[in-house]
């Protein structure tokens, strides 16, 4: 137990000096909670997230960092890996490939990377697998820009 | 039938010259496949570790590599050292290393001056404090200890993988138990436990008994998992399925069977279709005819048609214009159906239990058998042998066992349930009748040999001995043929015949449920199996649960090797051994 705090107090320092070092992710701990984490990441570019802002909760489990976070969106997002309802992952890095060397930082990296490389093959969202499946790119495309116009970008433009 | 008896017959002749040492003489003639060692190995407690050494050093000297290598490599191919080789030859060494996560980068000499970087506590750690495995992954011990009480806590003792992203390789498991018992010295002991018994978990040739309460023992069988073995502990079973030994049946038959007789389905079934629960009392009322309009013993009268109570909606006058007997036609013909079903289930089960019970009474005999075998011998005629007795009354065990269990198989066999499709009636008809011909002849058979092993022989005259003797014998041989023939009727023209072939069947034993015999234990030289294996091995014989083994056993229990865990009875027959042997016992 102190194990996981300290390394995430590791954790928390390291990201306060490297903020401006990777200008997507925008990592927060709760003020009162280590435990509890939340990030903000920039959709990838060339992506049809790009331009959105897409918030992530972390709940790190007191055997971390030998047991993986979990992560799930909070922004609703259109993607064949995430559940449309709940914002839930499907990313093994976050399930048996989890190792102990992974960071929260890297793991928001990771995610970022599976947004601009969906796995259609083991769909949590099928209605988004289906479509990448079926070959239907632009149906998909045009599905998940909607989405990310709707809820990962302000309200301005 | 005739030529066989006769042909057997001089086989006794023959043998009876020199068959004063007893059945081991006898048996070879009625043996029909050549007498092989016993395949089956008992693995104790004391010898897991044995039983695992012999695998282990066979790969570890193909490959040339250090004992943890070698299980890691024989954990993740099962124990199957046969594919592993195969791997090797396929693909190659390399191929088969990565595949189990096996990393050989032999350098383990941190510089123990400098301080070193842990990538999970992000923590600058004393080279000393640091361990590296042979993937050249390193990390301090803290960390290194967490991750192995998390995964040894997990229940992945067996496959502990390195901590760094992406790498594959197992953990070295004198690192692992060394650092997890500074600080947990019980949880090394769990782990070293997971350790031993992935040999028996996770190995296709290896089970645990199944007795309960469980005996620690396990059985490790040579070639073919569908097999009856006898653990030391006395327990027969099935190994493919765990269950009791119930060859002919298969295990898919015997455990549709089982399920049947324990909840007793068709009765049920035959109950719901043919009773209602009265509305009043609650027990189940048969119609014995007439009008819809039934009375209860309870004095409730109700409508036989929907159930309901008779009150102002329902009576005399006016039941037979209700609608609620729209449902009738259908409700007869499963009424039918199920009749039949039900009357040839209780076909199959009374025979079945006919038999199983013989058989239940049949093992008291074992103890009047010996009563008599003592009183001819104090006759003083000029028979001395009688080995045949004893002979006999094995094989009317054995082969009583068969044809109890060739009841369920003949349900399953010639039933809707299993093969409706893979038979045409026609062809359905004729198996059968071939069967059930075989079937007969050998129930006569096996009636025949128990009345005449129940015979008061011991207080008849020489001649009338000799002259049971005789029938005795001849009907020993002919049952054990009928048996054999029957097996190769389902083997070849039943089960054989069939498009999927998951109904396997242990084969025929004429020597009855092998016993597995005890694994040597290398690491005591007072105990080797040569010693023992010549005796025990010829002596494999089923039916006598508990028996007695005077060879052997004591000696075992002196070196301290000895894992049974139940008390012998003393008291019961081996009937293995000659007779001479059972009375001096």
Not at chain 2, 537 to 557: A, C, M, V
Request: glycine share 4%; net charge negative; aromatic share 8%.
């Amino acid at each position: 137990m102190q194990a996981s705090r300290a390394r995430l107090f590791k954790e928390y320092k390291e990201v306060q000096r490297e903020k401006a070092a990777d200008p997507d992710i925008q990592l927060a701990c709760d003020d009162s909670n280590i435990f509890k984490w939340t990030a903000l990441i920039k959709g990838p570019s060339e992506t049809p997230f790009e331009g959105g802002v897409f918030q992530l909760a972390f709940s790190v489990p007191e055997q971390y960092p030998l047991q993986p976070p979990q992560v799930r969106f909070l922004t609703k997002i259109f993607h064949p890996n995430v559940h449309f309802k709940t914002g839930e992952i499907c990313l093994d890095i976050l399930k048996n490939a989890w190792s102990p060397a992974w960071t929260l930082q890297s793991v928001c990296r990771a995610i970022i990377a599976l947004m601009a490389h969906p796995e259609p093959d083991s769909p949590l969202n099928c209605d988004s697998g289906n479509l990448l499946r079926s070959g239907d790119i632009r149906g998909y495309q045009s599905m998940a820009r909607m989405y990310t116009r709707l809820a990962a970008m302000s309200k301005k433009g | 039938m005739e030529d066989c008896t006769s042909s057997s017959e001089q086989d006794y002749y023959c043998s009876d010259q020199d068959s004063l040492d007893g059945i081991d003489n006898d048996e070879s003639h009625v043996q029909w496949v050549p007498p092989k060692a016993s395949s089956c190995k008992v693995i104790t407690k004391e010898s897991l570790l044995a039983a695992q050494r012999e695998d282990l050093r066979r790969v570890m000297d193909l490959l040339s590599l250090r004992e943890h290598h070698a299980r890691t490599l024989l954990i993740h191919y099962r124990w199957d050292v046969e594919k592993l080789f195969a791997v090797l030859v396929e693909k190659g060494r390399d191929c088969l290393f990565a595949g189990a996560g096996v990393t050989l980068v032999e350098n383990h000499d941190l510089p123990s001056s400098s301080t070193i970087m842990c990538n999970i506590c992000i923590e600058d750690v004393p080279g000393a404090d640091a361990t590296k495995m042979d993937c050249g992954h390193d990390f301090c011990n803290n960390c290194w200890t967490e991750h192995f009480i998390v995964k040894i806590n997990e229940g992945q003792s067996k496959r502990i993988r390195c901590m760094a992203h992406k790498c594959n390789a197992i953990c070295d498991e004198a690192i692992v138990r060394n650092l997890v018992s500074k600080r947990h010295p019980d949880l090394a002991e769990k782990f070293d436990r997971f350790l031993l018994e992935s040999y028996i978990e996770d190995n296709k040739m290896v089970k645990w008994c199944p007795s309960a309460p469980h005996c620690g023992n396990a059985i490790r069988v040579e070639d073919d998992e569908f097999c009856e073995v006898e653990c030391s502990c006395g327990l027969q079973f099935c190994f493919s399925c765990l269950a009791e030994a119930h060859s002919p049946c298969s295990c898919l038959m015997w455990e549709l069977w089982t399920k049947k007789c324990h909840d007793e389905s068709e009765t049920v079934n035959w109950i719901t279709v043919h009773t209602k629960s009265c509305p009043k009392c609650h027990k189940p009322v048969e119609k014995n005819g007439g009008c819809n309009l039934v009375s209860c013993i309870c004095g409730q009268a109700f409508c036989w048609l929907c159930g309901g109570a008779t009150g102002r909606d329902h009576t005399w006058s006016r039941i037979n214009g209700h609608s609620c007997g729209r449902y009738k036609e259908d409700r007869e013909k499963k009424a039918e159906r199920a009749k039949r079903d039900l009357y040839r289930y209780m076909h199959y089960h009374n025979r079945y239990k006919a038999h199983t019970d013989s058989f239940k009474l049949e093992s008291n005999l074992k103890e009047t058998i010996r009563e008599k075998v003592s009183n001819l011998e104090r006759n003083e005629l000029r028979l001395k042998d009688f080995s045949w007795v004893t002979n006999g009354l094995y094989r009317l065990f054995r082969s009583r066992r068969v044809l109890s269990y060739s009841y369920p198989f003949a349900y399953y066999m010639f039933g809707d349930d299993l093969f409706m499709d893979e038979m045409t009636k026609e062809e359905r008809e004729i198996k059968q009748h071939l069967f059930e011909d075989q079937q007969q002849q050998l129930e006569a058979n096996v009636e025949k040999l128990s009345k005449y092993i129940e015979e008061p022989f011991d207080q008849f005259g020489e001649n009338k001995v000799m002259e049971i003797r005789m029938v005795v014998i001849n009907l020993s041989v002919i049952t054990d043929n009928l048996c054999k023939k029957m097996y190769e009727c389902i083997e070849n023209d039943l089960l054989g015949s069939l498009q999927f072939g998951i109904h396997s069947i242990a084969p025929y034993q004429s020597k009855g449920i092998e016993k597995a015999t005890e694994l040597s234990v290398c690491w005591n030289p007072k105990v080797t199996n040569t010693e023992k294996c010549p005796t025990r091995d010829y002596h494999t014989n089923g039916i006598t649960k508990e028996s007695n083994r005077p060879s052997g056993s004591g000696s075992l229990d002196e070196s301290g090797c000895s894992s049974r865990k139940r008390p012998r009875k003393e008291s019961t027959i081996d009937l293995n051994l000659p007779a001479e042997v059972i009375d001096r016992n």
